[in-house]
């Protein structure tokens, strides 16, 4: 079975630009949950999804928007970024949701210029 | 700030050895689990343990959770170099809040 995919695997923007980051989950999983990890404020949650349906959202600001389709494929955007959004962003995929095994991505390393 | 403290922050030991890393959480939680993170396998799940549980054993880690002291522990048992990596503590939160937070982390070295 496939693990989780994401694209690309490094990017690097410039302040005020947007990027979209997309994740493929393992085939069957409907949860997808992103992550931001930085050295200063390691891993934090940014917000699941199941069967399209944004279920939890964790502290960040409006900037950072997610959606997921049919497939479960699901999408990062982050709007007008700042030099602090450098970092690395982790896609997990799961049967039932974060609370149980996730099995995550290679994550894509974003570096705002 | 952080629900998950791990300690210690860094440990290096030698193979064979045992290695003990701890995590301790805030709030009152509904199951905990591991992680382990390096540069080649990515972040990887090793063991999840319900709050209804006190230890559990997967292979050479165990795990144990006392949940009035708000801790757990992973112990990995004769430690070989490709267990050298950064491990992670992550909680889901109980009381109807749907919170998944992280800890910081414990990197262990291990010396061939």
């Known amino acids: 079975k496939a693990g989780v995919t994401q694209t690309p695997r490094y990017l690097i923007k410039t302040r005020g630009q947007q990027v979209t980051l997309s994740c493929s989950p393992i085939?069957?999983?409907?949860?997808v949950s992103w992550y931001q990890q930085t050295p200063g404020q390691g891993l934090q949650f940014l917000f699941e999804?199941?069967?399209?349906?944004?279920?939890n959202k964790g502290n960040f600001p409006g900037r950072f928007s997610g959606r997921q389709f049919s497939n479960s494929r699901s999408e990062m955007n982050v709007s007008t970024l700042e030099l602090g959004d450098s970092a690395l962003y982790l896609c997990?995929?799961?049967?039932?949701?974060?609370?149980?095994?996730?099995?995550f991505g290679p994550g894509t390393r974003l570096t705002v210029t | 700030s952080q629900q998950g403290e791990e300690d210690p922050q860094a440990l290096s030991i030698q193979e064979g050895e045992n290695a003990t890393m701890n995590c301790s959480y805030k709030?009152?939680?509904?199951?905990l689990q591991w992680y382990r993170q390096n540069s080649g396998r990515g972040l990887v799940h090793l063991i999840l343990?319900?709050?209804?549980?006190r230890e559990k054993h997967s292979g050479r880690l165990r795990v144990t959770l006392d949940t009035s002291k708000k801790s757990s522990s992973l112990l990995i048992t004769a430690s070989r170099a490709a267990d050298t990596a950064s491990y992670f503590c992550?909680?889901?939160?109980?009381?109807?809040?749907?919170?998944?937070?992280f800890g910081t982390g414990t990197r262990l070295k291990v010396l061939a």
């Open positions: 085939s069957g999983h409907r949860s």
């Open positions: 343990i319900r709050s209804n549980e």
């Open positions: 709030t009152s939680i509904n199951n």
């Open positions: 999804y199941f069967s399209e349906t944004q279920r």
């Open positions: 992550a909680t889901w939160g109980a009381s109807g809040t749907y919170k998944y937070i």
């Open positions: 997990a995929s799961s049967l039932v949701g974060p609370h149980y095994e996730q099995y």
